[in-house]
């Protein structure tokens, strides 16, 4: 919804802005400069861009209208997901949670955090280490070193996208500075016209470099901006899970462990201690 509001500021006050100056809006209306510069971003964004990294990219646009989806309440309930299941391999034994891990989308636990299901790569993040736990010999800070690795893979592939969104803004004043340019060549053939027309050709020109440079500075780079930023926030949220994992491998009781957890999520996404505890105190007496 910001985005929505964003670009709209944007264009409200760049355009008001314009006409209150007494400019007019018809010469702004240059469909073969959109052309130009649209296409030639396009392209160019086929060129750089691999095919495996362009189908995440629609994804990731996609998302930035949607809004960041890792809330306090999805924080909560990946805790409890964590608690119930460090508290069922306490009691009973890794055994216990064999059912759970194989088969994380039929798990009872997992099951209830319909978020965490539907996240698959969170999913078995956090299902497959567990089924290494299981198989034993693996020291904490070895499984530490494990889990950072496997995030920042996950990082780098997500901002793979972003990168190409930046570049392609980066590129954009350039591209308008090309339209401008073949404007100008368009204008000199007509040099020894009327000034009306001449200056009109000259205008139609330079409307190619104001696209490009707001087309960069209020679109394009702001979107891939909030696009790192949506990705630094899925790559807490796995950091949240690998803080409680190793805590556990480190033997240290479930409610230590998702407090472990607790403590890696950014203040304006943190549940409280008292949250906690009493989503805690609700699955203890569930159970």
Do not use: W
């Not at 691999?50 to 994804?59: E, H, T």
């Not at 979107?223 to 480190?250: D, P």
């Amino acid at each position: 919804m910001f985005v929505i509001i964003g670009f709209a500021v944007v264009i409200v006050c760049v355009i008001g802005g314009y006409m209150s100056h007494g400019g007019p809006l018809g010469v702004l209306v240059q469909p073969s400069e959109f052309v130009i510069i649209g296409g030639a971003a396009l392209g160019s964004l086929l060129v750089q861009t691999p095919m495996s990294v362009l189908k995440k990219l629609g994804g990731k646009v996609g998302q930035l209208f949607k809004g960041d989806p890792y809330s306090k309440v999805e924080y909560l309930n990946l805790l409890k997901t964590m608690f119930e299941l460090f508290n069922a391999a306490t009691r009973d034994g890794l055994i216990a949670i064999e059912q759970h891990v194989e088969k994380p989308e039929s798990s009872t636990i997992f099951s209830k955090n319909k978020f965490l299901i539907h996240h698959k790569h969170a999913l078995y993040y956090l299902a497959d280490t567990m089924k290494l736990l299981m198989g034993g010999g693996v020291p904490a800070h070895d499984l530490e070193a494990m889990l950072e690795a496997d995030i920042d893979t996950h990082h780098s592939e997500a901002n793979a996208a972003t990168s190409m969104v930046q570049k392609v803004g980066d590129a954009l004043p350039g591209l308008g500075i090309v339209a401008a340019v073949l404007g100008i060549v368009i204008t000199m053939q007509a040099i020894e016209g009327p000034p009306a027309e001449i200056g009109h050709k000259v205008a139609a020109a330079l409307v190619g470099t104001f696209l490009g440079v707001l087309l960069c500075y209020g679109f394009v780079g702001p979107m891939s901006t909030h696009m790192e930023l949506l990705s630094a926030s899925e790559g807490r949220y796995f950091e949240c899970m690998k803080a409680g994992i190793v805590a556990y491998a480190k033997g240290n009781a479930p409610l230590i462990v998702v407090e472990f957890a607790r403590r890696v999520i950014t203040s304006d996404a943190r549940p409280s201690f008292a949250e906690l505890e009493q989503a805690v105190r609700a699955i203890k007496n569930a159970t």
